[in-house]
C-alpha cells in the first residue's frame, strides 16, 4: 500500500529515507489522478523492497506542491538521498511508470 505523505512526514519519510522515495502528487477531483492510483498502490506492493512509494494529496499540502514545482497533476517525482532525480507528469501506463522508476533508482 501506497504511504500517505503530508507536510508533517515528509522530511523523515522522503527527505531523510535509505531508499528511493517516489511521491505522486495527486487531488481527489482530479481524473488522470484517480486512473493514476491504482497503478500506484501496486507497484507499492511490488517494489517495496527496493522503492517507497507514497502520495501527496495537493490539496491537503499546498505548500509541498509549491516547494516541487507542481503546476500540473498527476506529478510523479523520484527522490534519492533527499533530492528530486526524476519527474514525470500525467497519467502514466504501469509499465512506463515502472521503467521510470527502475531506470532512475
Do not use: H, R
Not at 505523505?5 to 482530479?30: G, H, I, R, T, Y
Not at 511490488?46 to 522503492?51: I, K, L, Q, R
Amino acid at each position: 500500500m501506497a504511504a500517505e505523505f503530508s507536510e508533517a512526514n515528509f522530511q523523515a519519510e522522503v527527505l531523510d529515507s535509505d531508499k528511493p522515495v517516489l511521491v505522486d502528487f495527486w487531488a481527489p477531483w482530479c481524473g488522470p489522478c484517480k486512473m493514476l492510483g491504482p497503478i500506484i498502490e501496486k507497484l507499492a506492493g511490488e517494489m517495496s523492497d527496493t522503492v517507497s512509494i507514497g502520495k501527496v494529496n495537493v490539496d491537503d499540502n499546498a505548500n509541498l506542491a509549491q516547494q516541487y514545482g507542481i503546476t500540473s497533476i498527476p506529478a510523479v517525482l523520484l527522490f534519492k538521498g533527499g533530492e528530486v532525480v526524476a519527474k514525470t507528469m500525467g497519467f502514466q501506463p504501469e509499465p512506463k511508470l515502472k521503467e521510470f522508476i527502475t531506470s532512475n533508482s
